[in-house]
């Protein structure tokens, strides 16, 4: 798997179907660090570099291939969310506040209670 380009697996649609189907069962840690990263990618500030980093991230979240199939009660996660903090500690330069604004926006309105 090491070897796998998951930036050939986003796209916009597969990203926001994900992120919206499955919020509840990612969670708000999880969705928080996906959405932050994908406002700093469509940046047009963002470096090239730092946003092949973060479609290679986000193509890992809404790969239905990863480590730990994301069925699986309360680990299904975890490897999404360590490959996105990881990717995000690589461009945390390029992530603004105002991404992270965006971010929490998002999620105050899909987990409105």
Do not use: C
């Not at 916009?12 to 406002?39: I, S």
Request: glycine residues 6%; without cysteine; aromatic residues 12%.
């Amino acid at each position: 798997m090491a070897n796998t380009d998951f930036s050939a697996q986003y796209s916009d649609d597969r990203f926001w179907r994900k992120t919206k189907t499955y919020a509840k069962a990612a969670g708000k840690g999880v969705l928080e660090q996906a959405l932050k990263m994908y406002y700093s990618a469509i940046d047009p500030e963002t470096p090239r570099w730092a946003k092949a980093t973060i479609y290679g991230a986000l193509g890992y979240f809404i790969s239905p291939i990863d480590a730990i199939p994301d069925l699986l009660p309360v680990v299904g996660y975890t490897d999404d969310l360590g490959v996105l903090i990881a990717a995000a500690a690589a461009v945390a330069a390029h992530i603004k506040d105002e991404h992270v604004q965006k971010a929490r926006q998002t999620l105050a309105q899909w987990f409105k209670d």
